[in-house]
């Protein structure tokens, strides 16, 4: 079965710090790549995501992401951190093998942006 | 436009009895998805909806545990006779296709005492 591994539990950063959020997948076939972000008290909503061409995406609010099939990765990215950056962000990725465009979550990532 | 819709927001029940989560996916999205987030065990897929009939409803964990979809739009999850470890965030999604991103609702948070 597919999986998805998140390096990163925790990561706490001071407004202006660059981050980077590690994300690894096990399935070696097509993938459809995506990262999420949950807000304090709000819904998933997408941030960005791959699914051909560019391996270099951009997402909404200056992130972006980068498709290393090699590696097996989609680690995010973003220069320069706001405190409004805080929330959890996840790594997701299409299971291919159901056929049914079902998604597969690492365990998410919290961030906190002190300001 | 209005985005996915999920009802109760909030749920707390007893051990033992049944509930009901609502989903209104956004309209003309065929494909519809329900997940569960818990502590510990993060987001995890429950069951898949391609217009109202159900081909992959390999992560629902028990029996207890059913859904339907009507009219291809509105989905109903149901869990009978609840346990403490159904307590978690129930989400649902919908997408255009299935592949095509998904777009989540706000979740139903469900307590079972």
């Known amino acids: 079965a597919q999986s998805v591994s998140q390096h990163n539990h925790h990561v706490i950063l001071s407004e202006a710090a660059s981050l980077e959020l590690g994300c690894n997948y096990s399935?070696?076939?097509?993938?459809?790549l995506f990262w999420y972000v949950q807000y304090p008290g709000q819904h998933l909503q997408l941030l960005l995501k791959?699914?051909?061409?560019?391996?270099l995406v951009k997402g909404i609010k200056g992130f972006e992401a980068e498709f290393i099939k090699s590696k097996f990765s989609f680690n995010l990215r973003k220069p320069s951190v706001q405190w409004s950056d805080t929330a959890e962000y996840f790594c997701?990725?299409?299971?291919?093998?159901?056929?049914?465009?079902?998604?597969?979550f690492g365990q998410g990532t919290t961030l906190q942006v002190k300001p | 436009g209005a985005g996915v819709s999920q009802s109760p927001s909030n749920k707390v029940t007893e051990k033992g009895k049944d509930v009901e989560l609502r989903c209104d996916p956004i309209?003309?999205?065929?494909?519809l998805y329900w997940y569960r987030q818990s502590l510990g065990q993060g987001l995890e897929f429950l069951i898949y909806?391609?217009?109202?009939?159900?081909?992959?409803k390999s992560g629902l964990p028990s029996d207890r545990f059913s859904a339907e979809r009507t009219g291809g739009s509105v989905s109903t999850l149901t869990i009978q006779r609840t346990q403490q470890e159904d307590s978690a965030v129930y989400l649902c999604?919908?997408?255009?296709?299935?592949?095509?991103?998904?777009?989540f609702g706000p979740g139903t948070r469900l307590l079972v005492l």
């Open positions: 999604a919908s997408s255009p296709r299935r592949w095509e991103t998904q777009y």
């Open positions: 399935y070696g076939g097509t993938v459809n």
């Open positions: 791959y699914f051909s061409g560019d391996p």
């Open positions: 997701a990725v299409n299971d291919d093998s159901s056929n049914t465009g079902k998604l597969i």
């Open positions: 309209s003309g999205h065929t494909a």
């Open positions: 909806f391609q217009g109202n009939s159900a081909p992959d």
